[in-house]
């Protein structure tokens, strides 16, 4: 995760994080996703790809989701509505 922050390694990284900072780092990233610019560039375009899919899609055909064209990312098992009233 930290990887190539500042030019370093993760075990430099770590070595020169306060816990504090590192926290910073966690709620922007839950905030704001990954810090992987080639991650992000897959989600845009794979969000793209499933509009105009779904655009032009036949009238009863299953509907895509951007997780069908995006390779390096894994559709969840649960949804979170699903994930919330199986927890509550």
Do not use: C
Not at 21 to 35: D, K, V
Not at 54 to 70: C, G, I, L, M, Q
Request: glycine share 6%.
């Amino acid at each position: 995760m930290l990887n190539g922050i500042g030019g370093r390694t993760i075990v430099e990284a770590q070595g020169r994080i306060s816990y504090p900072e590192f926290l910073q780092w966690m709620r922007y990233r839950r905030r704001r996703g990954s810090l992987n610019v080639g991650q992000r560039v897959e989600m845009a375009i794979a969000s793209l790809s499933a509009l105009y899919a779904n655009a032009h899609r036949k009238e009863h055909a299953p509907a895509f989701k951007w997780y069908d064209f995006a390779p390096h990312h894994e559709e969840p098992e649960l949804t979170l509505e699903q994930a919330m009233a199986n927890w509550a």
